[in-house]
């Protein structure tokens, strides 16, 4: 009799402290949900990315090894329907000597993508950075010949986009071949590829090789600056030619690196104005926006910081800063969904703000490469993304699914 009184006092206790336990979660839930969203109708915080812009195109990010497990990895499945290989598709990582390619973490991600119904863009089939040395050198080790670096693009092409035949949709077949400078009548990068090739042929060739090695997949031009007018004018001079010359070509990939208050409206939909023009196709592939100022240039008469000093402390993600990127990401995202009929792809450079690609690191054992490992480790952080340090949806995540 006492015992069963006791059992049922503890079970009343226990259904108690239940009902409690519900309540509170339920508030810390609903209050959570209130912080971190408008309380704006047809915002779902069950909902990501992809789900939002279903009736527009996917939304994607790039991915390393260290994506495809833990806490980003549950991040990409329920917000991305897209993925790019950050770095282990480039030539270099993948391609490092003539007789050696380098599968594992393409394979992996490629993989991982397939098994979640993610899509693939490759990135990228030739480019200017992260290039295979050994491409460059002849047989001797003297300056390899313009026909063997053709046949050695073509068969690296051949080897790379015939292996994802089939799973990668889209590629960057070139990366960023066009001149920086503010004169416009020079339009080509004086790459390797372009010196070697004594012009810009290379660039029709690797398209076309793309195109015979996977006939399905959607083929870009990609590059970052293009929305400025010299760099868009120079862009604008590739593609006629490529379209003149019956090259295989899709679309282009506008980077979408921006800053707080870069690009100007007008001059994003200029750029997308001219490349639609042309029947392109357009993706964002890279997009982040950064807080960051560009570095100014050292005052006249004085000398810029040594290599290894110190950097400046992070300034931090204050609310002024806060405010203008929240503004910047829903103008952007305000102007593509105009366009959404030439958009087929808009992919973010890195998940969270944990970790960018435009994080500055000096000091300390994992710091920059000049630290001493006693020096305290300083990092400078960009904040460009949609997720912040610990995962969570900022309000510029907000102000681009509030439409
Ligand atoms: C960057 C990666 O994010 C870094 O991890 C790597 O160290 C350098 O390359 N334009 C491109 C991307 O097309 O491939 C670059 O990615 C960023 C700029």
Partial sequence: MEFSTTAKNASRGMLVLTIAFMVLSFVQCASKHLVTSPATAGINADKGLKDYYKDYFPVGVA?????????????????????????????????????????????????????????????????????????????????VTKELLLQRLKDHIFAVAGRYKGKIYAWDVVNEAVDDSEDTTQVYRKSNW??????????????????????????????????????????????????????????????AHWKLNDPSPDELRKALDEVTSLGLKVQFTEMDITIRLPKPNPAAGTTAAPAGATPTPDPGFTPEVEAKQVAQYKMAFDIIRQYKQYITNVTFWNVSDRSSWLDVRGGGPMGGAAAGVNTPRVVIKAYPLLFDENRQRKKAYWSVVNF
């Fill in 63 to 143: 991915v390393s090894m260290a994506s495809l497990h833990g806490p980003d990895s549950a991040l990409i499945v329920k917000e991305f329907n897209s993925v790019t290989p950050e770095n282990d598709m480039k030539m270099g990582p993948i391609h490092p000597s003539e007789n050696v390619y380098n599968w594992k973490n393409a394979d992996a991600i490629v993989d991982f993508a397939v098994s979640h119904h993610i899509k693939i863009r490759g990135h990228n089939l030739c480019w200017h950075n992260q290039e295979a040395a050994w491409m460059f050198k002849g047989p001797n080790g003297e300056p």
């Fill in 194 to 255: 372009y010196k070697i090739c004594n012009g810009p042929d290379f660039i029709d060739s690797a398209f076309k090789y793309a195109h015979e090695a996977d006939p399905i997949a959607k083929l870009y031009y990609n590059d970052y600056n293009s929305e400025r007018p010299a760099k868009r004018e120079k862009i604008y001079k590739l593609l006629k030619k490529l379209i003149a010359d019956h090259t295989p070509i899709d679309g282009v990939g506008m980077q």
